[in-house]
Each structure stands twice: as C-alpha cells, then as structure tokens.
C-alpha cells in the first residue's frame, strides 16, 4: 500500500536552540502550505552531549563560558545574540535561567508521547519548559508534571520514565541518523531523500516544501473516486 502522506522527519535536540528556532520557521511554512494535510511530521532524537550530567545548579551562561573557556560576559554576549534571534520569530530565551541537562529522559520522554498522538505538544512543551521557564527536563517528576500538562496520564509516564522504557527507540533514531548521515541539529529529512540542515526561514522550507511534495505527488497519486447514480435502495426502505 503506497503512503497517503509525505513524511518529514526532524532530527532535533530539545537542548538545542537553533531546533527551537528551527521548529517555529517550519511551523509558518506548514501554516502557508496548501496540502498541509499531506504531510507527516515525525520528531526523531538526536542528542548532541550524550553521557552529558545535568548541572541543575548551574546556568547556561556559566556552562558556556566553561565549556567554551571564554568569560561569562563573552557568555552572556553569545547567548542575548541568540535569544535576539529567537525573539524574532516570537519566542522566549530565559538562559539565565537554562539548566544544562542530559536530554536522554526528554527523548524517551518524546517516544511516550508519539505513541499516544501527542509527540508535537511535548516537543513544544519541553522545549518551552527548557528555554523558557528554566525546568530540569531530566527530572522525572519535572517530566511527569509536563505530561499532565499536555494531556498524558501521569502514572503511565511516571512507570515509563522510572524504567528503562522508551530507551531502544531514541537509541534507534541516533542510529538512523548516522544511516542518514544526520551530523547536526536540526537537520529535516524529506521523503526520506533530500536533508537539510540548520533552522532555515520559513520561505525557505516553504519552497522545499512545494517542490517536494509534488515529487512525491507524482509518485503518489490521489486515487480519484468516480460517483455514479443508479438502482439503490435507502434505509427508509425506497428504492428507484
């Protein structure tokens, strides 16, 4: 059975701020797109500091002079440059409040929800709760607290996260990436044929979204379904 929509598979780290970015100029070229309703969205995991260890009492302007080995005010510069550029598609970076995390709780996080229908509302849950609000998304109960929020059932994701649930399928994605040769965040497969990576403009990903689509419109055809009036009996009991 050929597939009734094109899909589009993003790889992303919920800690990275250019996926943010990435996400909302994506977002506006779905919203400008006429058969949005063709297309699949599928959130893939990626994380870019795996065996990372969440510093919940440091911040990112503190983590990034560190890892970097620049000054805090060098920091702090790098990171208003980048909170500039998220304010102008209308989004929030508090990195002063940011908490340096490991993301592989978040990922497994994303998988629950896929399997519930609600991968998109926790993908913009945790990444809001991230760079926003300044939560430790590696926390559990933090992870809980989020999936009531958007609608999951708090024990199912309490039993999830407090097993190794969920691992196997984010461990499956960053292998998918390396297939796929994904080697940076955001990078978005379409059709499984064309990548591209970086939080492009939403013009851009517009146009790539067109000319996509209509490749694999080709390929996929709309099964047209011809109506015709002849001898039929209704349920009120007529029949002509």
């Known amino acids: 059975m050929k597939p ?3 899909k589009v598979e993003i790889w992303s780290d919920v800690t990275c701020p250019f996926c943010y970015i990435g996400k909302r100029n994506f977002e506006s070229a779905l919203s400008q797109f006429k058969d949005t309703d063709g297309v699949e969205i599928i959130w893939k995991s990626f994380e870019l500091a795996p065996g990372f260890k969440t510093e919940p009492a440091k911040n990112m302007h503190q983590f990034l002079a560190e890892h970097k080995g620049i000054s805090l005010e060098q920091s702090i510069t790098i990171s208003d440059q980048v909170a500039d550029m998220a304010r102008q598609v209308g989004l929030v970076y508090n990195f002063h409040k940011a908490i340096p995390v490991n993301s592989f709780n978040a990922h497994r996080f994303l998988h629950l929800a896929k399997n519930l229908k609600l991968q998109d509302k926790a993908k913009e849950s945790l990444l809001e709760a991230y760079f926003t609000d300044g939560r430790n998304i590696d926390d559990i109960p933090t992870l809980i607290a989020l999936g009531g929020e958007i609608g999951l059932d708090s ?4 039993n999830g ?3 190794d649930q969920y691992a196997d ?6 292998f998918e990436a390396k297939q ?13 044929k064309l990548t591209v990576s970086g ?9 790539l979204l067109e000319k996509t ?20 009996c209704t349920i009120d009991g007529g029949c002509n």
């Open 169 to 174: 399928e984010v461990n499956q994605d960053i």
């Open 180 to 192: 796929q040769g994904v080697t940076s965040v955001p990078s978005f497969v379409f059709d499984k």
């Open 161 to 163: 996260l407090e097993s």
């Open 199 to 207: 939080a492009q403009n939403s013009k851009t990903f517009l146009e």
């Open 4 to 6: 009734n929509k094109m």
């Open 155 to 158: 024990t199912e994701v309490k």
């Open 213 to 232: 689509f209509a490749e694999w419109r080709v390929e996929n055809p709309e099964a047209n379904l011809i109506v015709t009036d002849e001898q039929s």
